[in-house]
C-alpha cells in the first residue's frame, strides 16, 4: 500500500500564475517531508523540505505547506516560470529510519 | 555537482543474463542507495548500504544484490535479469544518516529484451 500518494499525474499551469502539487501519506510516523524536482534524462534533485514540527517552509518561488492533522502537504511555486516544466516527487521518512519513501510524482507543465 | 557517477548510462541485455551497474562517489559518504523508476510507480528503493560491507534491502529487491568493498563504490547486480527488471536505475548517497535529502546520480537506463 502506498504510503506517500500524489494523486495528479499531471498538472498544467499559465506561465506566472501559481502551481499548486499536492501530496498525501498515510504514516502518521512520518517526520520529514521533502521535495524533489526531476527533469528528463536527469536524477532527482532535492528542492525543499520539511519537518513535521513546522507548518510551513519557504524558498523565494517555493513554499510548501504541512497539514499534520490532514496528513496532507502541498508545494506552491509563484510565479511559475517555463523551467519549472518538470516532474515532481514528493517523499517522506521516519525520524528512526532514513530512507526516503517516494510518491508517484507529478508532471508540470508550464504554459506560455 | 556532487561527485556521484552511474555507469553505464544506457545498457541493452537479454533475459537471462547478470548485469551489474556501478554507482561511484567522490564525496565520501557513507550512506549510499539503489532506487528504480517505473511509470506509474515513482522511486522505489532496492537496496542500501551504511558502510562498507554493509547493506541491506530495501521494498523491491527480489531479484537484486549489491556489494560495498569501499565506500566510494556501491554495485547492483541483477543476478538473471528479466524484462521486469526494464527500468532507470538511480543511485543516491547522503552524508549522514537522517533523511536530510539525498544526492542522486543521472541514472542508468537498462532495457532487457
Known amino acids: 500500500d502506498q504510503q506517500v500518494k500524489q494523486n495528479s499525474p499531471s498538472l498544467s499551469v499559465q506561465e506566472g500564475r501559481i502551481s499548486i502539487l499536492n501530496c498525501d501519506y498515510t504514516n502518521s510516523m512520518f517526520d520529514y517531508f521533502l521535495w524533489y524536482k526531476k527533469y528528463p534524462a536527469e536524477g532527482p534533485t532535492f528542492l525543499i523540505s520539511?519537518?513535521?514540527?513546522?507548518d510551513k517552509n519557504e524558498d523565494g518561488r517555493f513554499t510548501v505547506f504541512l497539514n499534520k492533522s490532514a496528513k496532507h502537504l502541498s508545494l506552491h511555486i509563484v510565479p511559475s516560470q517555463p523551467g519549472d516544466s518538470a516532474v515532481y516527487f514528493c517523499a517522506a521518512s521516519e525520524g528512526s529510519d532514513d530512507k526516503i519513501i517516494f510518491g508517484k510524482g507529478t508532471r508540470l507543465h508550464i504554459l506560455p | 555537482d556532487a561527485g556521484i557517477t552511474q555507469s553505464p548510462r544506457h545498457k541493452v541485455t537479454e533475459t537471462g543474463t547478470p548485469v551489474t551497474l556501478r554507482c561511484h562517489q567522490t564525496?565520501?559518504?557513507?550512506?549510499m542507495y539503489w532506487y528504480r523508476q517505473d511509470p506509474g510507480h515513482g522511486l522505489r528503493l532496492i537496496h542500501y548500504?551504511?558502510?562498507?560491507?554493509?547493506?541491506d534491502k530495501g521494498e523491491v529487491s527480489d531479484g537484486y544484490s549489491v556489494s560495498r568493498s569501499k565506500t566510494e563504490d556501491f554495485l547492483l547486480t541483477l543476478e538473471s535479469a528479466t524484462s521486469s527488471q526494464t527500468s532507470v536505475y538511480f543511485c543516491a548517497i547522503s552524508e549522514v544518516r537522517g533523511a536530510v535529502g539525498y544526492t542522486f546520480g543521472s541514472g542508468t537506463r537498462l532495457t532487457v529484451v
Open positions: 520539511i519537518s513535521s514540527i513546522k
Open positions: 548500504s551504511y558502510g562498507v560491507k554493509d547493506t
Open positions: 564525496e565520501n559518504h557513507r550512506y
